[in-house]
């Protein structure tokens, strides 16, 4: 048989390729689901008015990715779009270079296409989503830890490239003013160097350092800490027992829905590993299941969990799952059934792609006519507050739980418009009737989901 293989330029080429054809056949124009408006409000806020805030408050959600799509607004409010599916193509180039070191380069290529077409990752690609430049962050800064050790062994010298061992610390510094979770991505490369001596890595703590700094600074004179985080509250609801119930019955059971094939082979890569006669685990090896472990046990005892917070993980199983692909018999077979199943990948991620990027598109429809037609100086009240807020350019207060406190925060904060829509899951039962009292201004729908906007007096 030929085993010659393709370069990697070719491999890279066409892991762009593909990816950009099945990603940007949805993105840019799906609909800004959840949290994103508040990131984008932030963005907004920083391109337009020079100012980290969002909402009327103080912005409390850590910069990066805020600041990435400041960046995109200065070519224009569709520019938004492209931020995050742009990271998705940079995250399956990176994946390929990550996992070629581990094997061979066709596995590894299918390997990236394993992880950019999984079909939670691909949801989060469509979007507007920190989620994927984090994982994108992530495999960057262990990519380069492997090419600065890789340095280190071909060149037989004590150090790597400075400029490698700085980009180390730049690209964690990225993933952990993203989520400061990613600090304990990054601890097993802090272990693995203890282990190993590897004195290079102060270059890169002093560079993460570096750009982490002035955010905590700002951080501490507006908040009186140096990382604020909206969702730190939630550490005050940690319930071990339920938070793993949930994992155990919900959380984990999707993660494998959606990540099969490379769960198995990584799995069984593991196993082959640690029963091999010839040594126990290697340490490059424990650094990845350190990666798994501190990925996997913080989110299973979170309050607040979901699948994409379980995303580096795939790191880990991609790594274990290498050496098993490259040393396995029949490799034309083998090529065949993992392209079998990506292709099968694809399917189901785009099936979802379907179903969920056209929603919320009546919201932005809704937010952009109360940008037209309200003063800017005016308080909207809505289920969907923080998509409202973006699109509209208003300070936008969450319609509250009980119809009377409702009542009170209208009349309180001179509330103008009230918009109501079938998206938001969490609206209460009652504003879909109350707010019927005040005039009907516009209404928006779109496939069946209707966005009402009542205005008050």
């Known amino acids: 048989m030929n085993n010659r293989d393709l370069s990697s330029s070719t491999y890279v080429l066409l892991l762009i390729i593909i990816i950009s054809l099945l990603i940007f056949q949805y993105a840019p124009g799906c609909g800004m689901k959840y949290d994103s408006g508040k990131y984008a409000g932030l963005a907004y806020h920083v391109t337009e008015l020079g100012e980290y805030n969002y909402n009327g408050m103080r912005g409390d959600l850590p910069p990066a990715f805020p600041l990435f799509l400041a960046f995109a607004l200065k070519f224009g409010d569709g520019a938004i779009d492209y931020v995050t599916p742009l990271f998705a193509v940079l995250l399956g180039a990176v994946a390929f270079l990550f996992f070629s070191i581990h094997g061979k380069k066709r ?7 394993l992880i950019t077409t999984n079909p939670a990752v ?10 994927i430049p984090i994982l994108f962050f992530v495999f ?6 492997e090419r600065a050790i890789l340095d280190i062994k071909e060149n037989e010298k ?11 610390g730049i690209f964690f510094a990225l993933a952990f003013l993203s989520t400061y979770s990613a600090f304990l991505y990054f601890l097993p490369i802090l272990i693995h160097s203890a282990r190993m001596k590897n004195t290079f890595i102060f270059t ?13 600074i700002w951080s501490t004179s507006n908040f009186g800490t140096p990382l604020v985080e ?8 940690i319930d071990v027992s339920s938070a793993l119930q949930y994992f155990s019955d919900t959380t984990f059971p999707a993660f494998f829905r959606f990540s099969k094939s490379l769960v198995i082979l990584g799995v069984l890569g593991f196993i082959k590993e640690i029963s091999s006669k010839e040594t126990r685990p290697s340490i490059a090896g424990n650094m990845y299941l350190q990666l798994a472990v501190l990925t996997i046990l913080p989110n299973a005892i979170w309050p607040e969990q979901a699948v994409r917070y379980l995303f580096p993980a795939l790191i880990s199983l991609g790594y274990f799952a290498m050496p098993l692909l490259s040393r396995m ?13 990506v292709t099968a990948q694809i399917g189901t991620a785009t099936d979802i792609a379907d179903y969920n990027c056209p929603r919320f598109l009546a919201v932005e429809d809704a937010g952009i006519w109360l940008r037209e037609n309200s003063d800017p100086g005016d308080t909207l009240m ?8 973006y699109f509209s350019r208003r300070v936008t207060l969450q319609i509250p739980s009980e119809q009377a406190i409702a009542d009170l925060i209208i009349k309180e904060k001179d509330v103008k418009y009230v918009v109501v829509d079938t998206y938001e899951k969490t609206t209460p039962d009652y504003a879909y009737t109350y707010f019927e009292k005040y005039a009907l201004a516009e209404e928006f729908s779109h496939l069946g989901e209707v966005v009402k906007i009542y205005k008050v007096n």
């Open 107 to 113: 596995f590894a290529f299918l390997a990236a296409l």
């Open 122 to 131: 691909f949801e989060y690609s469509i979007g507007h989503y920190r989620d």
């Open 140 to 145: 960057t800064f262990y990519l380069l830890y």
């Open 158 to 168: 004590s150090e790597p490239d400075k400029i490698m061992a700085a980009g180390i």
């Open 204 to 216: 890169s703590l002093g560079a993460s350092v570096l750009i982490i700094l002035p955010w905590s």
């Open 230 to 237: 909206h969702s730190s509250y939630l550490k005050n609801y």
């Open 329 to 341: 018999k029949y490799e034309t077979l083998l090529t065949i059934l993992l392209l079998l199943m």
């Open 382 to 389: 809505a289920g969907s507050f923080s998509q409202t807020s």
